[in-house]
């Protein structure tokens, strides 16, 4: 880890506009190299002009949010599933 | 009424005509990063462009610097509301890269070391508009700049002026690139300003 970014936790006030659920918490998978693990382990750059979270394992664009006046865009295309703990 | 001086704002007579609406003047360069910054030794480094036909044309670090080099002084203006005025650098016009390339493309997508990419039109690379840099204010260009070489646009957002050049691409359909797909704006005029997708 370098100075260079910020961890997964930065994503918790940004996401939180978007979804009722934290998805920091969420434990995602990886598209480019399969390696799974929690949002918060994600490797952040940015806030500006977006938050790009890659991947610890391959350094893969796993999800990006950018935040304008009025909208949001969210990608989530590097990742195949995000597991989201809900109550039963 | 409605005369305005301009007398007491503290900046330079002449600055405010030259920041587009929205943006604010700094003296330092803020940098911002996508993701790890890519080292490219300038024995490995290349430059190409390659043509919608399927042609690529390429150059090594020594031939790049073998090219005739230009010391454009241009003002910035990032996306996130700063500008910086008289930045100087040294490159080679992409008009001189393009001199022997043949292509009818009306698009590009400018690819960076590191996965990045950006979409302009190729009209926007030419005719004295658009340099491959590798020094600024007479240093060699650094690597959190986009060092060895970046591209340098400076009359769009400065997201298209792709950090860690590694080549062109033209297209005869737009491709937009990674901010293009995330919101920001296709084209990116700052004197329009044009920041987010629908400005």
């Given amino acids: 880890m370098t100075a260079e970014h910020l961890d997964g936790n930065s994503l918790a006030g940004p996401l939180s506009e978007i979804f009722a659920v934290d998805v920091t918490a969420a434990v995602g998978r990886c598209a480019s190299c399969g390696l799974t693990g929690p949002v918060a382990e994600l490797r952040v750059y940015g806030p500006e002009p977006g938050l790009v979270a890659r991947c610890p394992g391959c350094d893969e664009v796993v999800l990006r949010l950018v935040r304008g006046p009025g909208a949001a865009w969210l990608d989530l295309r590097g990742a195949v599933s995000l597991r989201v703990r809900l109550p039963e | 009424m409605g005369i305005i001086s301009r007398g007491f704002q503290g900046r330079r007579r002449g600055d405010d005509d030259r920041l587009p609406p929205g943006q604010y003047l700094v003296d330092d360069f803020p940098v911002l990063s996508t993701g790890p910054t890519p080292r490219i030794p300038l024995e490995r480094w290349e430059f190409a462009i390659d043509t919608e036909a399927g042609q690529t044309h390429r150059w090594?670090?020594?031939?790049?610097?073998?090219?005739?080099?230009?010391?454009?002084?241009?003002?910035?203006?990032?996306?996130?509301?700063?500008?910086?005025?008289?930045?100087?650098?040294?490159?080679?016009?992409?008009?001189?890269?393009?001199?022997?390339?043949?292509?009818?493309?009306?698009?590009?997508?400018?690819?960076?070391?590191?996965?990045?990419?950006?979409?302009?039109?190729?009209e926007d690379l030419l005719d004295g508009k658009a340099w491959i840099v590798h020094k600024f204010d007479g240093e060699e260009l650094e690597p959190r700049h986009g060092g060895p070489a970046r591209l340098l646009v400076p009359h769009l957002y400065l997201w298209k002026s792709a950090k860690w050049i590694h080549g062109i691409r033209l297209l005869d359909e737009d491709w937009p690139g990674f901010w293009e797909t995330a919101g920001y704006h296709n084209y990116g005029d700052p004197w329009r300003e044009q920041r987010y997708e629908g400005d």
């Fill in chain 2, 60 to 122: 090594s670090w020594p031939e790049l610097m073998a090219l005739p080099q230009e010391t454009p002084t241009v003002d910035i203006h990032c996306v996130t509301k700063w500008s910086k005025l008289g930045t100087g650098w040294q490159g080679v016009s992409l008009d001189t890269l393009f001199e022997d390339v043949e292509s009818a493309a009306e698009y590009a997508l400018a690819y960076s070391y590191g996965g990045y990419t950006t979409n302009l039109p190729l």
